[in-house]
């Protein structure tokens, strides 16, 4: 698919025959066109539509143009304006430089100027866009330094990210919830040639399902009450780049079929549209589930594990990485002391003696929040158990051991509610952040809340509401 194609121009004159010429001219060479008469009218559609790009008419009937670029700017500052007049004047283009224009076009109009122009503010946006990208993850480093480890089952990790990394097949990472998957992806990502393109990603099981498939896809104007204009999707976005499925064993089946189909063609349509959209695109996915096991239960689409499953990573839980536990502790105090702007030296020896016993089913965000809530709680130069959260002064070994006479099924409902439980009393019973804790969806938590019977009032403090 040609850039032009997906690039929107939006012309505002009140001149009928100037917008019909432009659109003639743009359309032909390929450009998504549309045209409004007003200031309000064009305002309007650049704050609903999104353009890449503004053709203004110097006299509006409601507005002089000069005026209506400061108001364009403050919806996408970044989009370029291109002024058309039939009276120029020196002093009129000085002042619309100054005022953020990006050209100046005099009537009569000539098409070769016109696409010229167009043609080249494109090109100035796309480069604008791509520094802007490349900025903000300059100061980020996604290489194998940004995962902390030493450990044996981490060293086998890397080496398989270096094998895959320049491969362009699809990756299916499994861990349980906290390993450090998206790290992982991310590492996938950068150590590739898709680096200098968009890393995206998104997760599957924390979006509602009559949104994930627009969130994906994108829509198309006019797809569904409230669509006034049409929204790239998260494939489109990521294209020549790399996207990241988390939680993907949450989609619903009815996506699972469009996601398959993009995956074998790379092309997919637009909730409500009829143009196939063309991309390349490395898609990465994770889930904490057994996978195989929802494909026996019907839950998961076989070919579509298949096509996701020709390459796996399994991150080992933190248990199995006590070689790691130390050395990510004293990474996380060094960023928490840092962000809190204290002095601690470390762990005191029954601190650390805590470290290395618990068994950390949260994996490493768990260990991250105790570090942090450490950091906050100390007032010494060295953390002490009762630093960390009380909800974590048990291991999951005693809390095993106590459920070893009853029947897996009965067990493991008891620690999920006693799980929940314990999210609610550290969020004070407010259900979005429990959930968020959990990596879970909202309305997931909420059937949780109901199956076992649990108040999530019953843990507000007094005086809220939640």
Known sequence: ???????????????????????????????????????????????????????????????????????????????????????????????????????????????????????QAAERKNLLAENKYLQQTLNERYGFENIVAKSRPMMAVFGTIRKIAETKTTVLILGESGTGKELAARAVHFNSKRKGAKFVPINCGGIPETLLESELFGYAKGAFTGANGSKEGLFKIADKGTIFLDEIGTMPMSLQVKLLRALQEGVFYPL????????????????????????????????????????????????????DVMILAHHFLKKYCAEQEKTIEGFSPEATDFLLRHEWPGNVRELENAVEHGVALCTGKMIRPEDFPQRRTSTRTEEVS?????????ARDEYEKRYIIGLLKVTGGNVTKAAEMAEIARQNLQLKLREYGISSKSYAPRGSEH
């Open 402 to 410: 106590l459920m070893i006479d009853k029947p897996l099924r009965q």
């Open 272 to 323: 409500g549209s009829t143009v196939p959209t063309e991309v390349d695109v490395r898609v990465i996915a994770a889930a904490n589930q057994n996978l195989e096991e929802a494909v026996k239960k019907g839950l998961f689409r076989e070919d579509l594990f298949y096509r996701l499953n020709v390459i796996q990573i399994k991150l080992p839980p933190l248990r199995e990485r006590r070689d």
């Open 1 to 119: 698919m040609s850039q032009k194609t997906s690039y929107k121009v939006l012309i505002i004159d009140d001149d009928q025959s100037i917008c019909l010429i432009l659109r003639q001219i743009l359309g032909s060479a390929g450009y998504q066109t549309s045209s409004v008469n007003s200031a309000e009218t064009g305002l309007k559609a650049v704050s609903e539509t999104q353009p890449d790009l503004v053709l203004l008419d110097m006299r509006l009937p409601d507005a002089w143009g000069l005026d209506v670029i400061p108001k364009i700017k403050e919806i996408d500052p970044d989009i370029p304006v291109i002024v058309i007049t039939g009276h120029a004047s020196i002093e009129d283009a000085v002042k619309a430089v100054k005022a953020g224009v990006y050209d100046y076009l005099q009537k009569p109009l000539h098409a070769d100027n016109v696409l010229l122009s167009v043609a």
